[in-house]
C-alpha cells in the first residue's frame, strides 16, 4: 500500500495531486517505497560496508568497538574510497556510452550511411571541428564530420597514457589544464581509465585512500570528456539549443491526443519520434483522438527536447512513474539511464504501454522495440502506431490530468545565451556580462545540477536555494532534474525575474531580454539543458575564464546538486571540484565513515585544485554558504564583496545528531 503521507513528499503540486491518487488506489511508487525502506542501513549510509568479494560483506564499526578492518585487511579509508571511486565510475560509463552512441551516428552521417539523420548545424560543426584542429578550409561537410567523429572516437581508443583526450585538451582553459596535467589526473582514454578505476578498486589492489581518490578525479574528467563530445556532437546533428517557449508539468498531457511520454537520455531516437509524429496524425484521429499525437518529455529526454525544440515536459525523475496515473498516457518509451525499473508494474494498473528500447536496458514487463539508427524513422512509426492502437483502451473514468502547467523559456546553452548577449553588445558578447559581475549587479553564477532524491521533498532544495541565491543577484544556470525542478517551479519566466530577482540581477534580466527580443525580462534560472549538458556550464565558465585570463578557479562561479541521487551526479560533482568550482551536494554521499576521505574530498581538494565539496543538507544554509564562497572569489579578483557572517563548516547535516543516528542506526 501506498503512503504518502510518510514520504518526503514533493514541492509540485501535480506530483502532490497524483501522490494522493496513488495512495487512494494502493499503487506503489518511489515515493511510498522509500517510506517503506526505512530504516535504511547506517553501514551503507556511511561507506562502511564492503561486498567487493565473496569473503564480504564485511563492516567496520564506525564508533571503533568492533572490528576495523575487512577480512581481507581492508580499513575504512579504503572501503570508503574504493567505493565512491566506484560510484565515479559507473557514472562516467553511463554518460561516455550515450556519448558514443552520438559519436558513432555522426560518423555513420558523414559516411552517408544513416539516411534518417542529418547534419542540423553546419556552423557549430565548423566551430567545434575548428577547435579540435580538424581542417575544415574548402572541405566537403562530410570529410569534416567524418575526421571530427574519428578523433572523437580516438578518445575511447588511444594508449598513450600521457596523452590527454582530445575533448579535454581542446576545451579547458590553458591554466586549468595545466595544474590537472602536473596533477596526472587528465584521462587518455575514456574506456581504459573506467577499466582502470575497476581494477584499482578490485580486491587486494589500490588500498592508499589517497590515491583512489586521485584516480576517481581522473575518471571523473573522462566523464567530462564523455558530456563533453556528446553535447556537442547532438548540437551538430540536432541544433543548438536557442530560446524558446515551452510548458512543463502534468497540465501539457492532452486529454484528446494519443499522449506518448519520452524517458531518458539519448536524443537519437526521441528526435526521431518528434520528426514523425506529424505523419501520423490522421492515423490517431482515425482512432479517436481528434488532436492527433502530442509528444512530451520525461527526465533528460525531455530536457534534450524542450531545449532544442520546445517540447513540453510532463516531469522530472523522481515522478517519473506519475504521467501514467493520469490514466491519459498511451505509451512512455524509454532508453537509458534513470528509468525506474516499476514502471511496467505502475503501468499494469493503467493502459499505458512501457516500450524499452536499447539491447542493453530492458525491464520485465515492458515491450520491448529495438531501437536500430539505420532503421531510425521505420522504428520511430512502429513506436507510434502501438500508443495510437493503444488509445482505445483507455479507461475514460479513470482519466484525471491536473490542470497545472508552466510557462518556462527554455534553450540556454552558451550559444543561446551568447546570442542574447550579442543584442546588448554585438562586437564582444561576453563583455556585458563581465561588467555586470564586476560592477555587482551580477554577484556571480551559480549552477544547479542534478537529480530529485526520495530522501528530499521532490525540487524543494532547488527551489530554496535558487530563489535565496537569485535575491542577492546570483544568475542561476541549471540543467537535468535541476532544470524540471525550475521549469515546474515557475522559474523559467519573466514573472518569476520580477519576484525573485535582487534589484542588479533584475535590471540585467530585463535589459537583455528586451534587447534581444524575447517578450521581457530573461528568467531568473537559464535551463541549459540534460544531466548531460553540464559540459555546457564548462562551456560558459571556460569563456569567461578565457576572457578574463584567469583560472576557472578564480571566477565568482559555484554548483550545487542539492538533490543529487545518481552515480552520475558523483561524477559530475567531482570533476566540477577538479575544475576548480566549489560544489554543494545536498544529499550525503557514502564518505562519512572516514574522516580520511572526507578531509580529501573537501579541505585537500581546496588546496590542491581551488575546488571542493560543500555538504549541507539544509538548503537555506548551504545557499548562504555558496554566496559567501562567491563573495571570496569576488574578492580575489578584487571586485567589491557585500559583508558576511563568519566562514561557515563545508560538511554539515540538517540535524547535528543525523551523522551520528545514520550511524548508529
Ligand atoms: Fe571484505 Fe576485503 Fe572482500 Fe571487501 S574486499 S568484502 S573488505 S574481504
Ligand atoms: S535524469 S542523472 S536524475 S539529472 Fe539526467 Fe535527472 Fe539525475 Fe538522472
Redesign the pocket.
Given at each position: 500500500m501506498a503512503c504518502a503521507t510518510c514520504s518526503n513528499g514533493s514541492a509540485d503540486a501535480c506530483a502532490t495531486h497524483m501522490l494522493d491518487v496513488a495512495e487512494a488506489d494502493h499503487i506503489e511508487t518511489a515515493f511510498s517505497r522509500y517510506a517503506k525502506q526505512q530504516p535504511q542501513c547506517g553501514f551503507g549510509t556511511a561507506g562502511l560496508c564492503c561486498r567487493i568479494c565473496l569473503q564480504g560483506p564485511c563492516r567496520i564499526d564506525p564508533f571503533g568497538n568492533g572490528p576495523q578492518y575487512g577480512v581481507c585487511g581492508a580499513d575504512r579509508d579504503t572501503i570508503v574510497a574504493r567505493h565512491l571511486v566506484r560510484m565515479m565510475a559507473a557514472g562516467t560509463a553511463a554518460h561516455s556510452e550515450h556519448g558514443r552512441h552520438i559519436a558513432l551516428a555522426l560518423l555513420h552521417v558523414g559516411d552517408h550511411k544513416l539516411v534518417d539523420y542529418d547534419v542540423h548545424d553546419d556552423e557549430k560543426l565548423h566551430v567545434v571541428a575548428t577547435r579540435m584542429g580538424v581542417e575544415t578550409e574548402g572541405r566537403e561537410q562530410s570529410a569534416i564530420v567524418h575526421d571530427l567523429a574519428e578523433l572523437t572516437l580516438d578518445d575511447y581508443q588511444n594508449q598513450d597514457y600521457d596523452k590527454p583526450c582530445h575533448w579535454l585538451s581542446a576545451s579547458l582553459p590553458p591554466p586549468r589544464l595545466k595544474k590537472l596535467n602536473d596533477l596526472g589526473l587528465l584521462p587518455h582514454n575514456i574506456d581504459a581509465t573506467i577499466s582502470q578505476s575497476m581494477s584499482r578498486t578490485h580486491m587486494g589492489c589500490d588500498a592508499d585512500p589517497g590515491n583512489l581518490i586521485l584516480g576517481g578525479l581522473r575518471v571523473a574528467l573522462a566523464d567530462l570528456n564523455g558530456e563533453m563530445l556528446a553535447t556537442e556532437l547532438s548540437d551538430v546533428l540536432f541544433g543548438t539549443p536557442m530560446p524558446v517557449a515551452s510548458t512543463a508539468n502534468l497540465g501539457v498531457l492532452k486529454r484528446n491526443a494519443v499522449n506518448v511520454a519520452v524517458n531518458g537520455?539519448n536524443p537519437l531516437l526521441s528526435e526521431i519520434i518528434c520528426n514523425v509524429a506529424a505523419d501520423l496524425h490522421d492515423e490517431a484521429v482515425a482512432a479517436g483522438a481528434p488532436d492527433g499525437i502530442n509528444i512530451v518529455g520525461v527526465?533528460?529526454t525531455g530536457?534534450e527536447l524542450m531545449m532544442r525544440h520546445g517540447v513540453p515536459l510532463a516531469t522530472?525523475?523522481l515522478s517519473q512513474e506519475l504521467p501514467i496515473l493520469t490514466g491519459a498516457l498511451e505509451a512512455m518509451v524509454v532508453d537509458v539511464?534513470?528509468v525506474m525499473p516499476s514502471l511496467p508494474r505502475v503501468a499494469a494498473c493503467f493502459h499505458t504501454k512501457i516500450i524499452t528500447t536499447d539491447k542493453q536496458n530492458k525491464i520485465t514487463g515492458a515491450t520491448h522495440i529495438e531501437f536500430d539508427e539505420y532503421r531510425a524513422s521505420e522504428i520511430a512509426h512502429e513506436i507510434l502506431r502501438v500508443a495510437i492502437s493503444n488509445f482505445k483502451r483507455r479507461d475514460q473514468k479513470r482519466i484525471d490530468i491536473p490542470n497545472i502547467k508552466q510557462e518556462a523559456l527554455v534553450g540556454f546553452s552558451t550559444e543561446g545565451i551568447i546570442s542574447a548577449l550579442a543584442k546588448v553588445n554585438p562586437q564582444d558578447p561576453l563583455q556585458a556580462l563581465v561588467d555586470n559581475i564586476a560592477n555587482g549587479n551580477i554577484q556571480g553564477i551559480v549552477l544547479f545540477?542534478?537529480?530529485?532524491n526520495a530522501k528530499i521533498k521532490q525540487d524543494e532544495n532547488y527551489l530554496v536555494m535558487a530563489k535565496s541565491l537569485a535575491k542577492r543577484n546570483v544568475l542561476v544556470i541549471a540543467?537535468?532534474?535541476?532544470s524540471?525542478a525550475f521549469a515546474k517551479g515557475g522559474m523559467m519566466t519573466s514573472a518569476a525575474t520580477a519576484q525573485y530577482a535582487g534589484e542588479g540581477l533584475a535590471g540585467v534580466l530585463t535589459a537583455i531580454g528586451e534587447a534581444a527580443g524575447l517578450g521581457g525580462a530573461l528568467p531568473p534560472v537559464l535551463h541549459m539543458g540534460?544531466?548531460?549538458d553540464n559540459s555546457r556550464g564548462v562551456a560558459l565558465a571556460t569563456a569567461l575564464a578565457n576572457k578574463l585570463k584567469v583560472d576557472i578557479s578564480d571566477l565568482p562561479l559555484v554548483a550545487s546538486a542539492p538533490e543529487?541521487?545518481?552515480e552520475?551526479?558523483m561524477a559530475i560533482g567531482t570533476w566540477s571540484v577538479a575544475l576548480g568550482i566549489p560544489t554543494h551536494l545536498g544529499t550525503v554521499p557514502p564518505v562519512v565513515g572516514s574522516d580520511t576521505v572526507t578531509d580529501l574530498i573537501t579541505n585537500a581538494a581546496k588546496a590542491q585544485l581551488g575546488g571542493y565539496f560543500i555538504v549541507d543538507t539544509d538548503p537555506k544554509r548551504a545557499a548562504d554558504k555558496l554566496f559567501a564562497v562567491i563573495q571570496e572569489r569576488r574578492a580575489g579578483l578584487g571586485l567589491s564583496t557585500v559583508a558576511l557572517a563568519p566562514k561557515p563548516a563545508t560538511f554539515q547535516l540538517a540535524q547535528p545528531r543525523t551523522a551520528s543516528a545514520l550511524l548508529a542506526s
Amino acid at each position: 500500500m501506498a503512503c504518502a503521507t510518510c514520504s518526503n513528499g514533493s514541492a509540485d503540486a501535480c506530483a502532490t495531486h497524483m501522490l494522493d491518487v496513488a495512495e487512494a488506489d494502493h499503487i506503489e511508487t518511489a515515493f511510498s517505497r522509500y517510506a517503506k525502506q526505512q530504516p535504511q542501513c547506517g553501514f551503507g549510509t556511511a561507506g562502511l560496508c564492503c561486498r567487493i568479494c565473496l569473503q564480504g560483506p564485511c563492516r567496520i564499526d564506525p564508533f571503533g568497538n568492533g572490528p576495523q578492518y575487512g577480512v581481507c585487511g581492508a580499513d575504512r579509508d579504503t572501503i570508503v574510497a574504493r567505493h565512491l571511486v566506484r560510484m565515479m565510475a559507473a557514472g562516467t560509463a553511463a554518460h561516455s556510452e550515450h556519448g558514443r552512441h552520438i559519436a558513432l551516428a555522426l560518423l555513420h552521417v558523414g559516411d552517408h550511411k544513416l539516411v534518417d539523420y542529418d547534419v542540423h548545424d553546419d556552423e557549430k560543426l565548423h566551430v567545434v571541428a575548428t577547435r579540435m584542429g580538424v581542417e575544415t578550409e574548402g572541405r566537403e561537410q562530410s570529410a569534416i564530420v567524418h575526421d571530427l567523429a574519428e578523433l572523437t572516437l580516438d578518445d575511447y581508443q588511444n594508449q598513450d597514457y600521457d596523452k590527454p583526450c582530445h575533448w579535454l585538451s581542446a576545451s579547458l582553459p590553458p591554466p586549468r589544464l595545466k595544474k590537472l596535467n602536473d596533477l596526472g589526473l587528465l584521462p587518455h582514454n575514456i574506456d581504459a581509465t573506467i577499466s582502470q578505476s575497476m581494477s584499482r578498486t578490485h580486491m587486494g589492489c589500490d588500498a592508499d585512500p589517497g590515491n583512489l581518490i586521485l584516480g576517481g578525479l581522473r575518471v571523473a574528467l573522462a566523464d567530462l570528456n564523455g558530456e563533453m563530445l556528446a553535447t556537442e556532437l547532438s548540437d551538430v546533428l540536432f541544433g543548438t539549443p536557442m530560446p524558446v517557449a515551452s510548458t512543463a508539468n502534468l497540465g501539457v498531457l492532452k486529454r484528446n491526443a494519443v499522449n506518448v511520454a519520452v524517458n531518458g537520455h539519448n536524443p537519437l531516437l526521441s528526435e526521431i519520434i518528434c520528426n514523425v509524429a506529424a505523419d501520423l496524425h490522421d492515423e490517431a484521429v482515425a482512432a479517436g483522438a481528434p488532436d492527433g499525437i502530442n509528444i512530451v518529455g520525461v527526465c533528460c529526454t525531455g530536457n534534450e527536447l524542450m531545449m532544442r525544440h520546445g517540447v513540453p515536459l510532463a516531469t522530472n525523475y523522481l515522478s517519473q512513474e506519475l504521467p501514467i496515473l493520469t490514466g491519459a498516457l498511451e505509451a512512455m518509451v524509454v532508453d537509458v539511464q534513470c528509468v525506474m525499473p516499476s514502471l511496467p508494474r505502475v503501468a499494469a494498473c493503467f493502459h499505458t504501454k512501457i516500450i524499452t528500447t536499447d539491447k542493453q536496458n530492458k525491464i520485465t514487463g515492458a515491450t520491448h522495440i529495438e531501437f536500430d539508427e539505420y532503421r531510425a524513422s521505420e522504428i520511430a512509426h512502429e513506436i507510434l502506431r502501438v500508443a495510437i492502437s493503444n488509445f482505445k483502451r483507455r479507461d475514460q473514468k479513470r482519466i484525471d490530468i491536473p490542470n497545472i502547467k508552466q510557462e518556462a523559456l527554455v534553450g540556454f546553452s552558451t550559444e543561446g545565451i551568447i546570442s542574447a548577449l550579442a543584442k546588448v553588445n554585438p562586437q564582444d558578447p561576453l563583455q556585458a556580462l563581465v561588467d555586470n559581475i564586476a560592477n555587482g549587479n551580477i554577484q556571480g553564477i551559480v549552477l544547479f545540477a542534478g537529480c530529485n532524491n526520495a530522501k528530499i521533498k521532490q525540487d524543494e532544495n532547488y527551489l530554496v536555494m535558487a530563489k535565496s541565491l537569485a535575491k542577492r543577484n546570483v544568475l542561476v544556470i541549471a540543467t537535468g532534474c535541476a532544470s524540471g525542478a525550475f521549469a515546474k517551479g515557475g522559474m523559467m519566466t519573466s514573472a518569476a525575474t520580477a519576484q525573485y530577482a535582487g534589484e542588479g540581477l533584475a535590471g540585467v534580466l530585463t535589459a537583455i531580454g528586451e534587447a534581444a527580443g524575447l517578450g521581457g525580462a530573461l528568467p531568473p534560472v537559464l535551463h541549459m539543458g540534460a544531466c548531460v549538458d553540464n559540459s555546457r556550464g564548462v562551456a560558459l565558465a571556460t569563456a569567461l575564464a578565457n576572457k578574463l585570463k584567469v583560472d576557472i578557479s578564480d571566477l565568482p562561479l559555484v554548483a550545487s546538486a542539492p538533490e543529487a541521487m545518481s552515480e552520475k551526479a558523483m561524477a559530475i560533482g567531482t570533476w566540477s571540484v577538479a575544475l576548480g568550482i566549489p560544489t554543494h551536494l545536498g544529499t550525503v554521499p557514502p564518505v562519512v565513515g572516514s574522516d580520511t576521505v572526507t578531509d580529501l574530498i573537501t579541505n585537500a581538494a581546496k588546496a590542491q585544485l581551488g575546488g571542493y565539496f560543500i555538504v549541507d543538507t539544509d538548503p537555506k544554509r548551504a545557499a548562504d554558504k555558496l554566496f559567501a564562497v562567491i563573495q571570496e572569489r569576488r574578492a580575489g579578483l578584487g571586485l567589491s564583496t557585500v559583508a558576511l557572517a563568519p566562514k561557515p563548516a563545508t560538511f554539515q547535516l540538517a540535524q547535528p545528531r543525523t551523522a551520528s543516528a545514520l550511524l548508529a542506526s
